[in-house]
């Protein structure tokens, strides 16, 4: 994948949509938009390379090209940590590394959104899960209080950022009318 091509693809739904947004809540003020930073965090990525077990290589791939991503106003909002935040997340025991009753394979959290639901990459297969509100013991996910549930929700990283991207463009191109319509939701 050609992050570098994502990353602009995102800034340009962003241009799309942030005037909706700023107009619709102007009477608190200017809103600080969406970003994709593109400044990367070169001690991260050289600390991520040490890291045992190594991290997914799509991740790798991913934090070469970006540090973080930041889209507050897109739906509930999506959030790619940086690199950093993943490094220190890998030992705390409240942030998943294991979810059984998803997959049997050891979990990395790089992303989140705005409703608490955590984005998961697993080390072998490099599949991107959704892991909903629930109860986290000693890095294991335990249970779910969203009707969505867990689960794959991309086959890949590139995946998961291509579906991105496409909600972010839909966002872009809506209008005022198109309120009611079903909104596309990881």
């Given amino acids: 994948m050609d992050y570098l091509q994502w990353r602009d693809e995102m800034r340009q739904a962003i241009d799309g949509y942030m005037p909706r947004i700023q107009a619709i809540f102007a009477r608190f003020g200017e809103l600080e938009p969406d970003t994709v930073s593109d400044e990367v965090d070169s001690v991260a990525l050289r600390k991520a390379e040490e890291v045992d077990p190594p991290l997914p ?8 090209s970006i540090r973080e991503a930041s889209f507050a106003h897109l ?86 950022l291509t579906r991105l991207v496409g909600i972010a463009q ?15 939701i990881m």
């Avoid at 290589?57 to 070469?64: Q, W």
């Avoid at 986290?136 to 969203?146: C, L, P």
């Avoid at 009318?177 to 079903?182: F, G, I, K, P, W």
């Fill in 57 to 64: 290589r799509a991740l790798l791939e991913l934090y070469a």
């Fill in 75 to 160: 739906h509930n909002a999506y959030f790619i940590h940086s690199l950093d935040l993943v490094l220190n997340s890998l030992h705390r025991s409240d942030i998943p590394a294991w979810a059984p009753e998803v997959t049997d394979e050891r979990l990395v959290v790089f992303a989140s959104d705005g409703g608490g639901r955590m984005f998961a990459v697993g080390y072998r297969s490099g599949t991107v899960f959704r892991l909903p509100v629930g109860a986290v013991v000693d890095q294991v996910y335990d249970g779910s209080i969203d009707s969505i549930g867990p689960g794959e929700i991309a086959k890949d990283v590139p995946d998961f």
């Fill in 170 to 184: 839909d966002f872009s191109e809506e209008d005022d009318e198109d309120d009611d319509e079903e909104r596309p």
